[in-house]
């Protein structure tokens, strides 16, 4: 299986198959972060599709000055906060927005309800944090990414990234409250 | 418990292993002696594992063929036509992002002007002036006391010695040491440099120039310079030969010509006056320059005002009747207790006697600026002390960058008429029904020597000596 590094040299080459590879490795994160940032299905997949056709037009500015998956959070990043400009999550209406949970045909109904339950309350939870704070969250709980990655996606010192957690965490607390432990 | 403050903001890091060594160990060290912060990691692991199993979404089937539908044939040929949406990103570390070269400029600039900004606030000492003037100083100040004098250099080793530093040295409370070293040397004691060397700077022989020179009273924090206007203690009357004799405000000017005919060339500013044993228990005096544009009118003024008031006019005094119409003498003897009615009275005669003719005094400013004085029972004080600042007047003072607000506190803030001046007046009231006029008898005086000279051209101005000024424009 090729490296990220070789699929964007391949790319950058003309390979159109390698960047099929990549987009089959990174969709899902990015449209999970176009998500949590758009708050709707229909913008998330907008804005998804914005982003790979950024990355493969640019693609070719790829130097590997940081990892692959860093520059391609920081244009998926920039497409978020392009989008944040023109339309303000608060004004999408509650009702439009999907579950963010999946939930599969063979698990029981009871557990299937608690887990959306839980979900929903999470997902109010991350919404009415401030998009600073839901940003290195979902960078960070979601993505998988290190503080310095997320400081160099957001362009904020490792420091800023530490206390945005820990104040979105303090914040997520006070919000979930003691339910956090009893659904876990 | 204790350190749980330090530690928590660390916690979630901690359970990311994003901590530092040390900073690791410590957290765990913590964490072994702390139930409360051990069940807040487990909240925050808790938490976090809620938060991902919230994200657990899949994109719809139909998004990869949109996303490859959408797509050019080659990265190339999207390369040459850039859409305006895409953001190419430019990943550079926080800490070595370049800023603009203006950034580096500006941020220079602000320094100078800080550096600027302190030089100048800086009053006029000798490098001794800045030590602390007793031993209870430096006891206070956690610092070693004045070594023995034995220690200390010798004396034609040592700078030379200001006036002010002198003056301060002198009226520190006398201990047994002082005193014996007063007896055996006719320079004060001085104790070590407890603070930051203050470059010694002598009074310019130039006659300093005047911020608001059609009506104002400078003084030695005037400018950012060296102090012209000097006060010492003195037992004599202030005669202009006596003022001469010192060496006060700039000899070389044309008002200090006036005033010094017999000024010693080799006498090194203040200094003499200051070091005679015999002159310890004499009164303060402070020597204030007046601009203004009718110096013999101003004298006449204040010559009668202190007739009115009470004050004593002392011998040396020209009381408007002197030959020169440049400076003009009057010496002064006042209550402690009168002092900020004085300096109100002061900047009064200076704004009526400049100008067309009595200068509103709500648009007129004067500036009364004091070095540190000295009462004789050896109380320092400064110019905050004697000149109270209202809340309005520090911010002012603040947001003009100290100096030049030092240089021009408003006639209106000095008089009592500005917002947060009425009580200053109110009080001042009281304390002229505290202080009696014969308050001379028995209570402190304080001798100034104000010397009104003609008002010279603003600096800059590149008129012709002599040639009319214009009120400046408001």
């Known amino acids: 299986m090729l490296d990220d590094r070789e699929l964007v040299r391949r790319t950058q080459s003309g390979d159109r198959q390698a960047f099929e590879q990549l987009l089959d490795r990174y969709e899902a994160r990015i449209y999970r972060m176009a998500l949590r940032a758009t708050g709707n299905p229909a913008d998330a997949e907008d804005v998804t599709q914005e982003i790979f056709l950024g990355i493969y037009r640019n693609i070719g500015a790829f130097v590997g000055r940081s990892s692959f998956s860093t520059w391609v959070y920081r244009v998926a990043m920039n497409h978020c906060l392009e989008f944040r400009r023109k339309r303000r999550l608060d004004t999408v209406p509650i009702e439009d927005q999907e579950r963010l949970v999946s939930m599969r045909q063979q698990d029981d109904p009871v557990i299937c309800a608690s887990r959306t339950e839980t979900a929903d309350r999470v997902n109010a939870a991350l919404r009415s944090l401030s998009d600073k704070h839901r940003d290195v969250v979902t960078l960070h709980e979601m993505q998988g990414l290190t503080y310095q990655e997320c400081a160099e996606v957001l362009d904020v010192p490792v420091g800023t990234v530490k206390s945005r957690l820990f104040n979105a965490f303090a914040q997520l607390r006070s919000l979930l409250g003691g339910r956090g432990s009893e659904e876990a | ?474």
């Open chain 2, 1 to 474: 418990m204790d350190g749980c403050s330090g530690v928590s903001p660390d916690l979630k890091a901690y359970l990311d292993g994003e901590l530092s060594f040390l900073a690791r160990w410590r957290v765990r060290r913590h964490l072994a002696a702390c139930a409360i912060c051990r069940s807040q990691v487990r909240e925050l692991r808790e938490i976090g594992d809620l938060v991902r199993s919230a994200d657990n979404v899949a994109p719809p089937a139909s998004l990869r063929a949109r996303i490859l539908a959408s797509l050019p044939e080659t990265p190339a040929a999207a390369a040459l036509k850039p859409s305006r949406r895409a953001h190419p990103p430019r990943i550079i570390p926080a800490a070595a992002r370049r800023r603009p070269p203006w950034a580096l400029a500006g941020a220079s600039a602000v320094a100078a002007l800080l550096a600027l900004a302190v030089w100048t606030r800086v009053p006029f000492q000798g490098p001794e002036a800045a030590l602390p003037v007793g031993p209870e100083s430096a006891a206070t100040s956690g610092f070693k006391a004045a070594p023995a004098p034995g220690d200390r250099p010798p004396p034609e080793t040592r700078p030379p010695v200001s006036g002010l530093a002198k003056l301060r040295a002198a009226r520190a409370p006398k201990t047994a040491e002082r005193a014996r070293a007063e007896d055996i040397a006719p320079k004060p004691p001085r104790t070590p440099r407890l603070s930051a060397p203050v470059p010694q700077r002598r009074a310019t022989p130039a006659s300093p120039p005047v911020l608001s020179p059609r009506s104002g009273v400078s003084g030695n924090l005037a400018y950012g310079r060296p102090p012209e206007v000097l006060e010492e203690r003195t037992d004599r009357p202030a005669t202009p030969e006596a003022l001469a004799g010192a060496g006060l405000g700039g000899s070389s000017s044309a008002a200090g010509r006036a005033v010094s005919p017999t000024a010693q060339p080799g006498r090194p500013g203040l200094g003499g006056m200051a070091a005679a044993p015999s002159l310890k228990d004499a009164p303060a005096r402070t020597r204030l320059v007046v601009h203004t544009d009718r110096p013999a009118q101003a004298a006449d003024s204040l010559a009668r005002l202190a007739a009115e008031k009470g004050w004593t006019v002392l011998p040396g005094s020209d009381g408007g009747k002197g030959p020169s119409s440049a400076a003009v003498l009057v010496v002064l003897a006042v209550p402690d207790a009168q002092k900020d009615l004085f300096t109100r009275e002061l900047s009064r005669v200076a704004s009526a006697t400049t100008g067309e003719g009595a200068m509103p005094p709500q648009t007129g400013r004067a500036t009364v600026l004091r070095s540190a004085t000295g009462t004789p029972d050896g109380r320092t004080e400064g110019p905050s002390d004697s000149m109270e600042r209202t809340p309005s007047e520090e911010a002012r003072k603040s947001r003009a960058g100290g100096d030049a607000a030092r240089r021009a506190l408003d006639l209106n803030s000095q008089m009592g008429q500005a917002p947060g001046g009425g009580q200053r007046l109110d009080r001042s009231v009281q304390q002229e029904r505290e202080a009696p006029t014969d308050a001379l008898k028995t209570a402190e005086v304080h001798t100034y020597v104000v010397e009104f000279r003609a008002a010279p051209p603003p600096v800059g101005a590149g008129r012709r000596p002599g040639a009319q000024q214009r009120p400046r424009p408001r």
